[in-house]
């Protein structure tokens, strides 16, 4: 569990739609640690990073998510 990625990017997606974006950021640095390639990783952090309003830190994540997918569509709306 600790070093799989998508299902800790799914357990930070739950905290984002409780809106708790502390514990949702918590565990998608660790998503993003256990898989530094995962774009959906970077996603689910620049989204937690969103939700605490930390914009700037959301946009490195979102830029990150396109390097690793440059085809995926929702990491290129969470940069725009």
């Known amino acids: 569990y600790e070093t799989d ?28 640690a256990a898989n530094p390639g995962s774009s959906a990783a970077h996603q689910a952090l620049g989204a937690a990073h969103r939700l605490n309003f930390d914009l700037e830190s959301a946009a490195a994540a979102f830029a990150k998510a396109v390097d690793a997918d440059p085809a995926s569509v929702s990491a290129l709306r969470g940069l725009a």
């Open 5 to 32: 990625a998508a299902r800790l990017a799914a357990v930070a997606a739950f905290y984002m739609a409780v809106e708790n974006g502390t514990d949702a950021a918590r565990v998608a640095e660790r998503a993003v």
